[in-house]
Structure formats: structure tokens, C-alpha cells
Nanobody, 123 residues
Framework: QVQLVESGGGLVQAGGSLRFSCAAS????????MGWFRQAPAKEREFVAAITWSAKNTDIADSVKGRFTISRDNAKNTVYLQMNSLKPEDTAVYYC????????????????WGQGTQVTVSS
């Protein structure tokens, strides 16, 4: 069992920045790939970014490439999502998730999910 708790959401103006943190507890964090997803109102949950357990490999969605960065600190059992140059279309609830299978982009490849944190980007 893995428990994930996100923090760092809020209201920001377009062009601004936010950093999410996702703290993990439970089973060995270091063995899991971690991902970030988001879900806007009336839309399906979509992949944002993922990182392998070693942090040697990452995958970033085209819609946020060049603006968002994923990283992790295994000593702190925490994964981060740095979001720069935010746009109104980035408004969504953001979720972190863990995948024992490795870096992945589909929601069904992740076993554990956080409760989500809201980001609202105003124009």
C-alpha cells in the first residue's frame, strides 16, 4: 500500500509558476515510477509527466513540454512538478500516482493515486 498526498495547488495568473509536491508513505517509494496527471472539468484525466524510480528517465506530455518539469527526491519520498509559463488551459485538478510497472502514460498503469490538488490559472 502506498499513500500519496499532493500539495502546492492554488490560484495563479497566466505566465506564473507553481510547484507541486507529492509525498509518499507506505511501501518503498524508491521502487515506484511516479506520474502526474490532470483532469479539467468535463474532461478525461490526462497524462502530464512521469519519472522512473532512478530519475534517469522522464516523459513529458507534448502539451506541457518546455514548461513543466518532473523530479523526485527519494531520500524525502517526494516527487515534484515544476510548472512555469502557466496558461488558462492548465486549469485542472492535478494528481500524482505511482506505478510499480515503470514509467507509463495511461491511468490504468498506475496503482495508487493521491487525492488531487486544484490549480486555477486566470487570464
Amino acid at each position: 500500500q502506498v499513500q500519496l498526498v499532493e500539495s502546492g495547488g492554488g490560484l495563479v495568473q497566466a505566465g506564473g509558476s507553481l510547484r507541486f509536491s507529492c509525498a509518499a508513505s507506505g511501501r518503498a517509494f524508491i521502487t515506484y515510477a511516479m506520474g502526474w496527471f490532470r483532469q479539467a472539468p468535463a474532461k478525461e484525466r490526462e497524462f502530464v509527466a512521469a519519472i522512473t524510480w532512478s530519475a534517469k528517465n522522464t516523459d513529458i506530455a507534448d502539451s506541457v513540454k518546455g514548461r513543466f518539469t518532473i523530479s523526485r527526491d527519494n531520500a524525502k519520498n517526494t516527487v515534484y512538478l515544476q510548472m512555469n509559463s502557466l496558461k488558462p488551459e492548465d486549469t485542472a485538478v492535478y494528481y500524482c500516482a505511482s506505478s510499480y510497472a515503470g514509467i507509463a502514460t495511461r491511468t490504468d498503469e498506475y496503482e495508487y493515486w493521491g487525492q488531487g490538488t486544484q490549480v486555477t490559472v486566470s487570464s
